[in-house]
């Protein structure tokens, strides 16, 4: 069930059986030519939606804004920095807790995000870790997945794209959102045909690097056909690992 | 154009003939027995496409999490702190600005955003206002509105619903979640029949007042017909202010 | 009483009979051709000590320094950013629940101040509403009171001043502190006797459309003996709204 | 003059002939039995005003919430923490600079305030400090002086009270607001004579080592002809002090 | 050269020839029953000091404290929040860039510091990045290289210790503090031989998991034997990796 | 004990028998032509570990940097912001509470930090004063004392150096750092013999004013013999004074 479309009670009578939550958490942001400025939001919002039509949980609002300092030499990109981020999550996860959501398994779509969101949750643990009293308290566990790491995607990504995938600007996401959203299929051209690669670095050194944004893919080899597939990978893989993180003790 | 199913550089395309933009902002929050915890995002998100579909504009992906301190009494509530929203609403400004975006109009769902934002506004203001070489520069302007503020929209809602409009969880918000998602329109009974008014404090005093989360509403009279007269007369407010908001100087 | 010229030992009597406090607020910020820099705290003050003439309260010393970085471009003014205030205002009213104050009646001046003043309140609520356990307690109430805008004040300044009461440096305030301080009447000319009015954005911004200060009034109309009604006219109307905020459930 | 009483073009005339402004600044906190809850900053509001009578200054409104956390434990005290009051001296002193001021004098009333006000000193510097471009700029230099510090002041209250001056509700300060408000007079028997001294840790600490606030002195000796004296002994104290400050390379 | 034994004018001349400097990074926190709490802080610095040995670098002082929240259960343990943690950072990077150093190199010696030291890069950076004009500067670049993380490393600790190398408390680190802290080397018993594994949350679940401290480690296993051939692979694969940083375009 | 070549063990005994720790805390700064860039944190660390041979203490590690925003101006020096300093003892002694210290001695050895770090013990101290419940617990209990101010290193300091001993850059501190770090010995001239004394603003005026980083001293008359002398002077003020902070009531 989608948070979003769902009432307080809906939600009482979910935690009576359940604890968990998936959140979706992204990033707004350049993705090359033909890549989708919302395309880390949108896989894993697609993604949790394809998880909520398998099994029992609750999608919270996607979190469209992540960590992405580093593409703001390109239009439309949108960050937060680090330390507001930290924040967000850090009160997204008190809220949950209120309600007595235990295990909260953020779904994600930006590699920029991993470092700070991992921060963030060591922000939330800290809280209870200060405290000598906090001992026999049951507790919040968070948990990052990235939905493009799974090993279904990851063989499905080598299968599909080979050394064409890249590390920005995927043809493995840009398939996923071309799937998702085929009314957006953009059709551009870009040269070279792949991306240089190198280190990322602040905005501007970024636009230098990088001229078009992606990094390293060839994005133009992106399809539905092969988003369909990568979904239901993901899908799969994301379940696989929400299951384990609620099950484990 | 929505930002997420844009390209960069569709944006840069689009700053050439324009620097406004539309940033829906709402909150994830109980609305009583039937209306959707995504009420406050959904709504302006609904009417942003709606402006979309009129006029030339950008549309930003929706800021779902809100201030909504006083419903975490209520399963599934999610809230910013005041600070945190700032920070936000600062970060994805200055993002903006960034590409040379000017005019910043946030769409928004939720009454209990609207002095948090309007600070964060001021926040933003104060970095140029300390500067006191900043005086040339043409610089950002930010403007909050509320989809359900316009003289349309209030006409409409008093037409149809008059006294049991109330103030949270209203007929006329629900209406509107229930002409965009058809699917999730619940049938719930509620009693009394218009809900208690009063303050709004803290989260468990809130819970005290309106045991089942609305006040001064009887959202049971919401209908998705409403619902869709609503949409187009917020439509019409929306794209009005907008336009009154960019043609100032 | 004043709370600066009274004991702790006469506090404590004080909360036995009350638990409530009134806390003038404001700005010190240009007031224009003739209106005193500290106008918007002067005015609160000179009220909150008629209250205390009539009824039994504490009045916490006035906080001169709000929220004003529009007025940045004139010399004197002094802001603090809304980050700033909201910690001012957290503190403050944690430090007067700690004694056991339960009602804090903040008497402001200054518009500029609401957004980020009730935005401090949320903050302080937002404090006990993460707080699962907090469900018992009476906690704090808060409540924001403009000296300007009750009843009988807004009906006195539209009899005495109609169109040219404006919305900064308007000749009730200014009359308000001829009243409180005639030996700091000034006679200035001003041209154009209405100043012009528009937005609110960024000091620079500001002082371009506002060239002398004002908007939309003609402070020169202000009289002491004008001043002396508003005051009383004020005095009851803050008295007023201060005995509903207590004696609300 | 008085900042609050004065027009932004008198402060415009002003700054053509100085650079300097003074910035009272003290405590809202216990005094013990018969000092006032305000002494702390009521007596550098005092003595500033003094200062204005005899010399071409401006005097900013008083900063009335100092560091007081100590006296948590007593009713009527309120505090901000640290981190706030840096936030607040650095948010005054940049509106402060913005004008062109450019020596800040705080004349302070409060030995727990010079810690953190001289920290918020530093956390303005640091900002030029960081800046590789900073170098040839004038900048702004801060000074806290404490009232009760000067020769003449010191030497007055040793041959007025001698052993019985104590550190924390002194018959010295009690004087001054005895004379500078002689309606505020208290007569209260306090034991023992003098009171204990310790450390200044917490609150309830504080309160447990001096019970009704005192700390190592006997304000039952406070006089207003002991303030009067004092008074003027401290303006001397201060204008030296600040014309040292305004000189100083 | 390091900087602590340095003065600066030493440090002026080395700056013409290089714009590197190597800052170790660790932790204070336990390491099992014969670890030592500063072993996450002494192996970088002792394996700084052997790079300083070889090649033409500035050792910048170790940061001791690092991000430890999850073994604050056991005595001895001291953290920085993750917040905390980003500000020192940056306020370190930025002091090192005021001087014209380029390129901070981050030897770390704490899988916790990880993901914090990076957000904190992301937070440097993002200052760069919002600014428009920022473009044509050359910037600093930040990187974070964990002394075991390199290949040498790596296939030493698995030649010496296998599977019983395990996540905290390693016989690699263990050894590496016995061959630099001879008389520190403790004798102590432990079981289970090797540690249990799982997940690391907060500091009692942290306890309750792991109640010696070690996370899936024989430390018995340690000699300095084997912490002289870690050092000496350790040094080589330090200097290789700040060589080719140096060196990156 | 050292902290650092300890185990969580050997602390858990440890505090059977003590709640005392000792945390030398110092800078990295140019200390003019012959001083070494960390003299501040090297003296109380050296002293520390005095300290640590003569009676039972447990040293935790040196916090190194420290406020130096002055020293900005000059290579090597690296400082924190006040705030963020603030943050960083927060952290740290709220991390030696967790474990059950309750008497912090920061061992300090750079006078810049004074104002900040007793800024930071009451931001400490004010979490418990908020707290109305605070009253009966125990609490912990902070003290900074500089290891160049106790009786006996002033005697021997003015004995040694008199008028040359300066406020920065001063023998009696380059001398224990000779002392300690012989190799490390530096032979420069220095002209004038006397450094210039003045007022410490930021890091552009400091060097204007203190060209090579000396304020009032003449370091060339520093020896090892007269560091040894300090040092043991050093070790017993220190000893002396954390004895009577141990014993304290």
Redesign the interface.
């Given at each position: 069930m989608?948070?979003?479309?769902?009432?307080?009670?809906e939600?009482?009578v979910y935690?009576e059986r359940s604890r968990g939550i998936v959140i979706p958490i992204g990033s707004?942001e350049?993705?090359?030519?033909?890549?989708?400025?919302?395309t880390d939001?949108?896989c894993p919002e697609t993604v949790a939606r394809g998880m909520d039509d398998k099994i029992d949980i609750?999608v919270?609002?996607?979190?469209?804004?992540g960590?992405a300092?580093?593409h703001?030499?390109?239009?439309?990109?949108?960050?937060?920095?680090?330390?507001?981020l930290?924040?967000?999550v850090?009160?997204?996860v008190?809220?949950?807790v209120?309600?007595?959501f235990e295990r909260c398994y953020f779904l994600n779509g930006h590699g920029?995000n991993?470092?700070?969101v991992?921060?963030?949750f060591?922000?939330i643990?800290?809280d209870?870790?200060?405290n000598?009293q906090?001992?026999?308290?049951p507790?919040v566990?968070c948990r990052l997945g990235n939905w493009y790491d799974g090993h279904r995607v990851r063989a499905l990504s080598r299968e599909l794209f080979g050394g064409a995938e890249g590390s920005h600007a995927t043809p493995s996401e840009v398939s996923l959102t071309f799937y998702a959203?085929p009314?957006?299929i953009?059709n551009?051209r870009m040269s070279p045909r792949i991306a240089p690669t190198g280190?990322i670095?602040?905005?501007?050194?970024y636009?230098r690097r990088f001229p078009d944004?992606r990094i390293g893919s060839d994005p133009s080899l992106a399809t539905p056909e092969a988003g369909e597939r990568l979904f239901h990978a993901a899908v799969e893989d994301a379940v696989e690992d929400y299951r384990r993180f609620l099950g484990?003790r």
């Open positions: 989608l948070l979003q479309l769902s009432t307080w009670q939600i009482d935690l707004t350049q993705h090359g030519p033909n890549g989708l400025i919302g939001a949108l609750v919270a609002p996607t979190l469209s804004i960590m300092q580093h703001l030499g390109f239009s439309g990109s949108i960050t937060l920095r680090p330390s507001t930290i924040a967000v850090r009160d997204v008190q809220s949950l209120r309600h007595g920029g991993v470092a700070t991992n921060a963030a060591s922000e643990y800290a209870s870790s200060f000598r906090a001992g026999n308290e507790g566990r959203y009314d957006a953009k551009t280190p670095l602040d905005a501007a050194d636009r944004g484990a």
